[in-house]
């Protein structure tokens, strides 16, 4: 991703005020004059009402309260304070050093080939020439060591933080600065690059910690807290609201990719990622992962992984050192009303099976090419990404 300042430039004109102030006294006797004219044939009442009146000195309000009562108080707004101070506490920066670097051009994050891909990530390394120059030396042959920066969430009493895999990806050395400015090297517990979700461990205890909600029961439209680091901007709270859920945005470059974003239009930025989106009880819901921006910065969307696929990862992770992660072994896609049509099929939603391999676990099952999977363990599902996401949930082995 590239990131660029923008700056506005003024100039000032100056007007001879002399020069204007006949023209200026007409208007200003011209506007009085209509007035006068409006209030006495329109019978122009309370201007406050925002409405004419011809037939009687009622006025008729067009703009109402929603709560029907004029003159009553609006609705009140969720207060998100609670939640703003819960979530910070547990909210930590996270700088990552990779000591060796190869003199070669710079790569793209995660290895990506296109920098202008507009799904880039929230990781703060390529914002550090624009504020304090190149820390890396811009190659040659004693380059400096690559220096990042992102955002962790605290999520057990005794150090355990969740961050993305690409905030820590190649890292020599993980640095976790907590709310309170206290510092701490953290070790590296395990990572899965196919949700892009790494799990680390501080020597601490009685860490303010996030309680998980259920990521399945976030609605659309119900608001929602990114907290994170951006620029560096410690603990920075921003408020939006769930956009979409069940996202395949194509960023993870992983054969085995688990792709089901939370979309939110919660302002968040680079140094976002491995930041907390909360909901307004202060449970932890998804961890900040990417954006979709042709600059670099917010221009509208921001994508979390769920936190229900974060929790199983950890609990993998602490059980197994790796992810122990189910797979059908079919070629799906969406099925929409074209297909529908074209397959002969009487739906409109869910996921369309194209093919199978001939030792996996969907044939197995007796699942068949042409099927159409409409609900996993009595729960809906009605495109291809909700779908790996609750395969993604089970182990090997585990019936759905």
Request: net charge neutral; hydrophobic share 40%.
């Amino acid at each position: 991703m590239f990131y660029f300042f923008t700056k506005n430039n003024f100039k000032i004109h100056c007007i001879m005020l002399k020069k204007f102030m006949p023209l200026l006294f007409a208007a200003l006797l011209g506007s009085a004059a209509t007035w006068a004219i409006a209030y006495r044939v329109l019978n122009l009442d309370r201007l406050g009402n925002f409405a004419f009146t011809n037939t009687n000195t009622t006025a008729t309000p067009l703009a109402r309260f929603t709560s029907g009562i004029m003159g009553g108080a609006a609705s009140t707004p969720a207060d998100f304070t609670a939640a703003a101070e819960t979530t910070t506490q547990a909210v930590v920066h996270i700088k990552s050093v990779e000591k060796t670097m190869q003199p070669t051009a710079q790569k793209t994050p995660r290895g990506r080939s296109n920098p202008f891909d507009p799904f880039g990530d929230l990781f703060g390394d390529d914002m550090f020439p624009f504020f304090f120059g190149d820390p890396r030396g811009g190659g040659g042959a004693n380059p400096q060591p690559r220096v990042g920066s992102g955002s962790g969430v605290i999520i057990s009493n005794d150090g355990y933080i969740v961050t993305n895999n690409h905030v820590i990806d190649g890292a020599d050395k993980i640095e976790v600065t907590l709310h309170d400015q206290r510092e701490y090297e953290a070790e590296l517990i395990g990572t899965d690059p196919s949700t892009d979700i790494a799990l680390l461990k501080i020597k601490e205890s009685n860490l303010p910690a996030l309680p998980l909600a259920n990521s399945d029961e976030a609605r659309v439209g119900q608001w929602v807290l990114a907290v994170g680091n951006p620029f560096n901007l410690e603990s920075t709270v921003t408020a939006g609201i769930v956009s979409a859920k069940g996202r395949n945005i194509n960023i993870l470059n992983d054969k085995s990719a688990i792709e089901s974003f939370i979309q939110t239009d919660a302002a968040v930025n680079p140094g976002n990622s491995g930041g907390a989106l909360v909901n307004t009880d202060g449970q932890l819901i998804g961890i900040n992962t990417a954006i979709a921006s042709q600059t670099g910065s917010f221009t509208g969307y921001s994508f979390a992984v769920p936190v229900n696929i974060v929790k199983k990862v950890v609990d993998d992770i602490l059980d197994y050192g790796v992810v122990q992660r189910g797979y059908l072994g079919v070629m799906i896609r969406d099925l929409n009303g074209s297909l529908a049509k074209e397959k002969g099929i009487n739906l409109s939603q869910g996921v369309y099976v194209d093919s199978l391999m001939a030792d996996g676990s969907g044939y197995a099952a007796g699942i068949k090419s042409g099927d159409v999977i409409v609900k996993i363990d009595g729960a809906a599902v009605r495109t291809a990404p909700e779908l790996q996401e609750m395969i993604g949930r089970h182990r090997p082995g585990r019936r759905c």
